[in-house]
């Protein structure tokens, strides 16, 4: 088989040729040999006649048997050595008259013509017969007295051999076109360089523009336009690659391209180090860029509050300051002529340097081509603008567009999650600490401070007072005015004692409308002082209502002081917030003091419970209590929390007031066991099936054994380790964090599941979420029972619930009381929820 186009067409050539060869030879050898039987019919024809005419002569003049056996031997000798041969045969009216003589045997042809009186040819491939009757005449009748005219009296048969004519004329054919044959092998060699020479030297140039598509680059500036295969089908296929590689030129893609483009996907991935580090990430993504195309910056600017900018620059190289000058002035120019920024220029640029070892000129930035996104949200109010800078060809080709879309894309979406979740995170720590509402220190920090406050004073040996404010005859002005004035109200009212109270004192929203005030350094006298100028300021205080009307309060007081009424911190606030009950109970308005009297009601009041605690957990009295979490998308009760109840004088009344007291005696970790001990019956009981939350006592984890004592009751029970969720309060941990962590840890790898109790109350919020690998989110209840009320609950809500979302935690809401929050709870995505409209605690599991 030919390998190469021009052995290809010289093999045709001589294909062609010899068949024209063949079909020549072919015709000219018939066309001999028809000719051949044509001259062999006519000279047979000639030959017969010729006879004819001798024997007419003879046979006029009458001749003997004698003179026809001499005139037989004289044919015979005549024509021996030629290629004919003749016979005569005579009818039998001769042979009537005159006898028989020896002749050939007569054949069919020679007894047609005996009896039909018609001259015949006959040829086949070997000879040419003609067969000449001899009729009788008139003069005949004279010799043939029994014949009559018309009559046939014999024929003439003669015979010419043809084959050996026709193949004396072959060989001279044959030598001819043997002769002839080098003329048509040259005549082939020559028409094919003639076909090949026009082809070959366009294809070799057509191959050679092939073989230099090395990158897409290179195919994108291939053109065989100018190539002429002089042949106008041939050039027809060039024509369609042409069409074809334009066509693909807009659609292919580089190899590493590609891999970037796929590799720009992981890059969606949002963890806890791409919060913290999202700088690096951004240099580390120009990096990867550059692999694949040059690329001079990053940008972002995103806006992050009312008036907050963040403005970032990320430079592959290290610029030159006249290259930086020109890109802030482009930047100052983006931020005008964006709507959302609202001219705001406000702001400081940070750079970024990627890869000090290289610079980026003014001839390189005069080079730029800058591209942008914009992604604004409007929950969290976050936005900005991302931008990039490449080469100004790069910018212009249509894939590399593509590519440069869902580079600015990951950029808007990673930075603008960081950016959210960043806020999300601030709103959580300033929550978490902080009350919505009037934005003091809430009942969480204060019970922080509260105890801080007691080892400090302890520590440096001086006095410190607490308060407990309620403000008096609020609850009319709600219902009245409606909870959108009410809140108005509480607002003024706290920004109020904000005013009255020291620079250093702490001033907490202890819940609803009772606040705190803790004053460092300062005795009763001091503490009395600051009080009554705070009952004075409240009666002066008014405020408009929607009526046109001014509406007024009084504040009723109470007063503890450290460690004059108190060394601890439960008992300190107990007795200051007895004072303030005491204040309400004789005609509010007012300050109250305790007495000696009301300390001791107050000590008795606690031995009274230890002794009854003590009494429960010796007659195994810790009552377990469940109640049910519903999910939100089945509506099945597949959790339910392990709540603590304790039986006393045939009641079971809750153990949340003698938790503190369990705690200060060390028996906590024993109730703690026992109540998971019994629930853990419970659930053999019931066969129940679904997940139990249990909550941990910080007080508990100290000791050394309790997880393998907890361990041990799970595989006595043979309770799956999947259907155990350990509740960990944030508020309350704080102070054990490291066992915490360890404990966790362990039983984490055990393959149990962990939640984050009352999210939201303390300061660590998000630092559990990062530190520990948490499966559940309890959303503090104080943010969930006034949703509906308060913008800033709902808000507070919503971050914790996207937050979640992001990181593959499953939140579940806590004080759910009515439809209403339920509905709302609902929309916003919450998994599961928890409550008295969902279902109070039972001593059964709710299925």
């Known amino acids: 088989m030919p390998k190469t186009l021009k ?22 050898t018939y066309l001999h040999t028809s ?120 024929v003439i048969d003669v015979e010419q051999n043809v084959i050996d004519v026709i193949q004396e004329t072959l060989v001279d054919y044959v030598l001819f076109f043997l002769i002839i044959i080098p003329l048509f092998a040259f005549a082939a060699y020559v028409a094919s360089r003639y076909t090949t020479g026009k082809i070959t030297g366009s294809l070799k140039l057509f191959n050679a523009k092939v073989k230099k598509i090395n990158s897409i680059k290179d195919f994108k500036a291939f053109d065989s336009t100018e190539i002429d295969l002089k ?47 999202w700088r690096d990430y951004i240099g580390e993504l120009l990096n990867d860029i550059n692999r694949v195309m040059t690329t001079y910056t990053l940008m972002t600017i995103f806006r992050v509050g009312d008036d907050q900018f963040e403005v970032d620059v990320f430079w ?62 409007d929950t969290p109010k976050i936005g900005g603008i991302v931008g990039i800078s490449v080469q100004s060809e790069i910018a212009t080709d249509p894939i590399r567009h593509i590519v440069i879309d869902s580079i600015l894309t990951t950029m808007a979406n990673l930075v603008g999650s960081v950016k959210a979740i960043n806020k999300y995170t601030n709103d959580l720590e300033f929550y978490a600490a902080h009350d919505p509402l009037t934005g003091l220190f809430n009942q969480r920090v204060f019970t922080d401070f509260l105890e801080y406050e007691i080892k400090r004073a302890s520590h440096h040996g001086y006095s410190f007072a607490l308060m407990v404010i309620d403000c008096d005859n609020f609850k009319p002005i709600n219902d009245t005015y409606g909870h959108a004035f009410g809140d108005m109200f509480l607002q003024e009212f706290a920004h109020l004692l904000s005013e009255i109270k020291r620079d250093e004192d702490i001033l907490s ?48 007081i109470g007063v503890a002081v450290y460690p004059d009424h108190a060394s601890t911190p439960k008992e300190l606030f107990l007795i200051a917030d007895g004072m303030m009950y005491k204040v309400k109970e004789e005609g509010k308005n007012g300050v109250r003091v305790p007495t000696q009297n009301d300390i001791l009601h107050v000590v008795k009041e606690q031995k009274a419970k230890s002794a009854l605690l003590m009494d429960a957990v010796a007659n195994n009295r ?138 939201g109350s303390g300061f660590s919020s998000f630092h559990y979420i990062k530190k520990f690998p948490i499966d559940f989110l309890k959303i503090d209840g104080e943010f969930i029972v006034n949703i509906n009320r308060d913008k800033r609950d709902m808000a507070f809500v919503h971050s914790i619930v996207t937050l979640a979302k992001e990181l593959g935690v499953k939140t579940v809401a806590e004080y759910v009381e009515d439809e209403a929050i339920v509905k709302t709870l609902s929309t916003m995505g919450v998994d599961y929820m928890q409550g008295f409209h969902i279902g109070r605690p039972s001593p059964k599991f709710k299925h």
């Open 231 to 277: 042949f106008d089908e041939v050039n027809a296929i060039i024509h369609n690659v042409n069409i074809l590689a334009s066509k693909l030129k807009e659609i292919a893609v580089d190899k590493d391209l590609l891999e970037f483009e796929i590799q720009l996907l992981d890059k969606f991935i949002i963890t806890s180090d791409v919060v913290r580090d």
């Open 316 to 377: 592959y190289g290290v610029p030159d300051e006249k290259v930086k000058e020109s890109f802030e002035a482009y930047i100052e120019a983006s931020v005008k002529e964006s709507d959302y920024f609202l001219g705001y220029t406000d702001y400081t640029i940070r750079h970024n340097i990627s890869m000090h070892h290289t610079h980026v000129t003014m001839k390189d930035y005069e080079d730029f081509a800058h591209r942008t996104k914009s992604l604004f949200l």
């Open 622 to 759: 810790i009552v377990p209590y469940f109640q049910p979490i519903r999910t939100v998308a089945t509506g099945e009760y597949e959790i339910h929390e392990l709540l603590m109840r304790i039986e006393i004088d045939g009641k079971v009344i809750s153990a949340y007031e003698f938790i503190e007291v369990a705690e200060s005696m060390s028996i906590i970790n024993r109730m703690d066991l026992m109540v998971i001990e019994n629930a853990f019956q419970r659930i053999i009981e019931e066969n129940y099936k679904g997940i139990l939350f249990i909550n941990l006592s910080p007080k508990s984890l100290v000791v050394g054994n309790y997880a393998d004592s907890v361990t041990k009751l799970i595989h006595t029970y043979n309770i799956p380790k999947e259907r155990v969720v350990f509740e960990i309060t944030e508020r309350e941990t704080v102070k054990n964090f490291s066992v915490l962590e360890k404990f966790v840890l362990n039983l984490k790898m055990a393959g149990y599941q962990f939640a984050i109790d009352d999210f």
């Open 35 to 154: 000719l051949a039987k044509k001259d062999a019919v006519k000279h047979a024809d000639a030959l017969a006649s010729q006879i004819f005419s001798s024997m007419y002569q003879v046979m006029k003049q009458g001749w003997s048997r004698e003179d026809l056996n001499e005139f037989m031997a004289s044919l015979n000798t005549n024509f021996d050595e030629s290629s004919y041969s003749i016979a005569i045969y005579r009818s039998d009216i001769v042979k009537a008259m005159s006898g028989e003589v020896p002749e050939k045997p007569k054949d069919d042809a020679i007894l047609q013509a005996l009896q039909q009186q018609e001259k015949m040819t006959i040829m086949d491939t070997q000879s040419v017969r003609q067969i000449l009757p001899l009729v009788a005449k008139e003069e005949c009748l004279a010799c043939h007295t029994n014949a009559k005219a018309g009559d046939v009296l014999g």
């Open 7 to 28: 052995n290809f067409i010289f093999s045709i050539n001589i294909i062609l040729l010899t068949s024209l060869f063949l079909m020549i030879f072919l015709f000219t």
């Open 509 to 556: 929203r202890y819940g609803g409308d009772e606040f705190t005030i803790i004053l460092p350094e300062c005795d009763l006298a001091g503490a009395l002082a600051v009080s009554h100028k705070l009952v004075k300021a409240v009666e002066s205080f008014r405020l408009l209502a929607t009526d046109q009307t001014f509406v007024s309060v009084t504040a009723s």
